[in-house]
T-cell receptor
Framework: EAQVTQNPRYLITVTGKKLTVTCSQNMNHEYMSWYRQDPGLGLRQIYYSMNVEVTDKGDVPEGYKVSRKEKRNFPLILESPSPNQTSLYFCASSPYGDRPAYEQYFGPGTRLTVT | GESVGLHLPTLSVQEGDNSIINCAYS??????FIWYKQESGKGPQFIIDIRSNMDKRQGQRVTVLLNKTVKHLSLQIAATQPGDSAVYFCAEILTGTASKLTFGTGTRLQVTL
């Protein structure tokens, strides 16, 4: 089944403890992206990647890192999580490297709580 | 996610009735609009899209209307079913920024029996 998968789906952690949320897609898509979703704010883009080894900042990149060593994987890294990073996170991918916004497939989400 | 919906406007519709979900956008330079559906515990799912050179586009049970004069977008769902209960987002793409989606805050649709 063609899909975007994220792990873990739920995570509760403490301030300052490094964590990684994995994202993987099996559709051979060039473009991948991370969003966070907060009440009243909609989805906001954190980072995106147009292709392997190419990443760029979205609207809210502070406190996050990403890497794209392989086409199928795009992990989101929080080196020192803080409570304001408590949110619902979505990974997305697109088959269109030149116009990815036009067709994006979203993963099921990761709910992160930082205490 | 359930907590995302706590601050959302909610539309309550009886099963079988038509639903109209509205969205106002602010940037007149947007040339493409997409409606997404997000069910509880799932990621957003594409419903229908429309280009700025169109006023109306129809899909299966859904119609999107675009009024560029007042920068307003609406999603009409015919014969609403319980499975339509979800949060609906509009998203826009600015001209020349094919890599960036800007999402609205969403509307929760509740279908009552």
């Amino acid at each position: 089944e063609a899909q975007v998968t994220q792990n873990p789906r739920y995570l509760i952690t403490v301030t300052g403890k490094k964590l990684t949320v994995t994202c993987s897609q099996n559709m051979n898509h060039e473009y991948m992206s991370w969003y966070r979703q907060d009440p009243g704010l909609g989805l906001r883009q954190i980072y995106y990647s147009m292709n392997v080894e190419v990443t760029d900042k979205g609207d809210v990149p502070e406190g996050y890192k990403v890497s794209r060593k392989e086409k199928r994987n795009f992990p989101l890294i929080l080196e020192s999580p803080s409570p304001n990073q408590t949110s619902l996170y979505f990974c997305a991918s697109s088959p269109y490297g030149d116009r990815p916004a036009y067709e994006q497939y979203f993963g099921p989400g990761t709910r992160l709580t930082v205490t | 996610g359930e907590s995302v919906g706590l601050h959302l406007p909610t539309l309550s519709v009886q099963e079988g009735d038509n639903s109209i979900i509205n969205c106002a956008y602010s940037n007149s330079a947007s040339d493409y609009f997409i409606w997404y559906k997000q069910e509880s515990g799932k990621g957003p799912q594409f419903i229908i899209d429309i280009r700025s050179n169109m006023d109306k586009r129809q899909g299966q049970r859904v119609t999107v209307l675009l009024n560029k004069t007042v920068k307003h977008l609406s999603l009409q769902i015919a014969a609403t079913q319980p499975g339509d209960s979800a949060v609906y987002f509009c998203a826009e793409i600015l001209t020349g920024t094919a890599s960036k989606l800007t999402f609205g805050t969403g509307t929760r649709l509740q279908v009552t029996l």
